[in-house]
């Protein structure tokens, strides 16, 4: 597949695309509205403190990590966990990252059904992701159609895996606006550049699953020619 012109004109090509664009859309609201400052004065950390404690998860922490636009919300430790530059910072993006975060907290906190889902299958796609090459692999080798079938099925799997992370990550951000008003820890006019700030972000999540339906399909066609 590796010398498949098909595989780099319609899966490489388009998914490279997207990604960079994705990912320049991002850094370039990030950027911006690293900037500017927030007119509260409080950085990502106690930000997301607030949200949390509001919400009466006082026993979710909130960490320091290191590296770029590296934060999370760890649902097996229970913990948030922000890059240094969103931990410390004082501008509307580090905001509007810590309350997206913090919201994937608030949907741990009310069984949110596409989290728990997304949860679940973490250790299924973890070993499909892991698998799913070597069986391709091994099938278009061997010319054996059964198993490019069930790299098929492993890479679904994945795929699957993205589509749910989208409503995952779109109503934490949905979330995370409505705490940031209702808290008064964004003022109207800082309003613009939270959203596009999450807005940014949650393309990154798009364009990977655009790359991930695009290899599927791909992976589909070279099964149906094994036939």
């Known amino acids: 597949m590796f010398y498949d012109t098909n595989y780099w004109l319609f899966v490489m090509l388009p998914g490279l695309i997207i990604g960079l664009w994705a990912q320049a859309k991002l850094m370039a609201a990030y950027n911006r509205y690293r900037r500017v400052p927030i007119a509260?004065?409080?950085?990502?950390?106690?930000?997301?403190?607030?949200?949390?404690?509001?919400?009466?998860?006082?026993?979710?922490?909130?960490?320091?990590?290191?590296?770029?636009?590296?934060?999370?919300?760890?649902?097996?430790?229970?913990?948030?966990?922000?890059?240094?530059?969103?931990?410390?910072?004082?501008?509307?993006?580090?905001?509007?990252?810590?309350?997206?975060?913090?919201?994937?907290?608030?949907?741990?906190?009310?069984?949110?059904?596409?989290?728990?889902?997304?949860?679940?299958m973490v250790p299924v796609t973890q070993f499909a992701s892991m698998a799913v090459f070597g069986i391709l692999l091994l099938g278009i080798l061997l010319h054996m159609s059964k198993l490019l079938w069930v790299a098929v099925g492993l890479f679904a799997i994945v795929t699957l895996f993205q589509l749910i992370t989208l409503p995952v990550e779109f109503d934490a951000?949905?979330?995370?606006?409505?705490?940031?008003?209702?808290?008064?820890?964004?003022?109207?006019?800082?309003?613009?550049?939270?959203?596009?700030?999450?807005?940014?972000?949650?393309?990154?999540?798009?364009?990977?699953?655009?790359?991930?339906?695009?290899q599927l399909l791909y992976y589909i066609s070279l099964a149906q020619r094994s036939r």
């Not at 409505?178 to 798009?206: D, I, K, M, P, W």
């Open 40 to 120: 509260s004065g409080l950085s990502g950390a106690e930000a997301a403190r607030a949200i949390l404690d509001r919400a009466g998860l006082f026993d979710v922490a909130v960490g320091e990590v290191p590296g770029h636009l590296t934060d999370h919300y760890d649902p097996t430790k229970r913990a948030l966990f922000l890059s240094s530059e969103n931990f410390h910072g004082r501008s509307v993006a580090a905001i509007g990252v810590a309350a997206h975060e913090a919201g994937h907290a608030l949907q741990h906190q009310a069984a949110y059904a596409p989290l728990q889902l997304r949860m679940a």
């Open 173 to 214: 951000s949905r979330r995370a606006r409505v705490q940031l008003f209702e808290l008064g820890l964004v003022h109207r006019e800082e309003a613009e550049g939270v959203s596009r700030v999450l807005n940014a972000a949650a393309l990154t999540y798009v364009a990977a699953l655009v790359t991930a339906i695009l």
